[in-house]
């Protein structure tokens, strides 16, 4: 065999396997650049958080609340988006009648009748099924309003059990226990009060305790009663302005 045969040049195989190593790191350098110019490129350009200084004819003044109180037209559109039911049906305003005495305490001993004292969860006019909350919400989720009959919707949020606080006036279940097969409550709760206020006209401070009672609009909203009715219930913050009763409304 001659020293010029092809078999016999070294190096042959090394030379290809370093071709091949070229051509990766070079496609690896390549992918790199390419990540990293994109990357750049899509970066989201930082923000300065220094003020924009806008001129004084653009900032609107505040309106005294002298004003809010003898000027109803100036709520917002949307004052009653916080009360949309969940079909997404808005409430009809309703514009507070004007009531006397005998009306007031009408409302008032409507209320006591469908409590077992004052304070106590309102009990159930009519027969419900028992098994979930689904029956319940169907009327009380969304304020509906059948007749002369309005289902308010609950003070506080949704729960899954109803009928652990609120119980009905008649049994529904077979074998129900008379009305008067229990014995009468002697507990007294506190009977209801205006709310006082530190000076002639401040916001009346809230004569009940706010537990389970955190939406405001069940009873004071455009669907509550007359006499207790607010004439503001678009805002949203109602402890903003009225504070809880320090002694009515006691927290350990």
């Not at 609107?60 to 000027?71: D, I, M």
């Not at 916080?82 to 409507?110: F, R």
């Not at 506080?156 to 049994?171: K, R």
Request: charge should be neutral; include cysteine.
């Amino acid at each position: 065999m001659s020293p010029d045969s092809p078999t016999s040049q070294p190096g042959g195989s090394g030379s290809s396997l370093w071709v091949a190593l070229a051509a990766v790191v070079g496609i690896s350098f390549v992918g790199f650049a390419a990540g990293t110019s994109t990357q750049a490129a899509t970066s989201a350009p930082t923000r300065s958080l220094a003020p924009k200084a806008s001129s004084p004819e653009t900032i609107q003044a505040a309106r005294p609340y002298r004003e809010l109180r003898e000027t109803h037209g100036s709520a917002p559109r949307n004052f009653l988006d916080h009360t949309l039911t969940p079909s997404g049906q808005e409430p009809v305003e309703v514009t507070p009648d004007v009531l006397d005495a005998a009306a007031i305490a009408n409302v008032v001993a409507e209320r006591v009748s469908r409590r077992a004292y004052d304070g106590a969860p309102p009990t159930i006019p009519h027969a419900v099924h028992q098994q979930d909350a689904s029956a319940c919400l169907a009327c009380h989720g969304r304020a509906l309003e059948i007749g002369n009959l309005r289902a308010n919707f609950p003070s506080h949020h949704p729960m899954s059990s109803c009928n652990q606080c609120h119980v009905p006036n008649e049994s529904p279940v077979p074998g129900g226990l008379l009305p008067n097969a229990l014995p009468v409550a002697q507990f007294e709760g506190l009977p209801p009060k205006r709310g006082e206020r530190a000076w002639g006209g401040a916001p009346p401070v809230i004569p009940h305790p706010t537990f389970l009672r955190e939406r405001c609009m069940s009873c004071h909203g455009p669907t509550g009663n007359d006499p207790i009715r607010t004439s503001h219930p678009w805002r949203q913050s109602c402890t903003q302005c009225h504070a809880p009763d320090a002694e009515r409304d006691q927290h350990p």
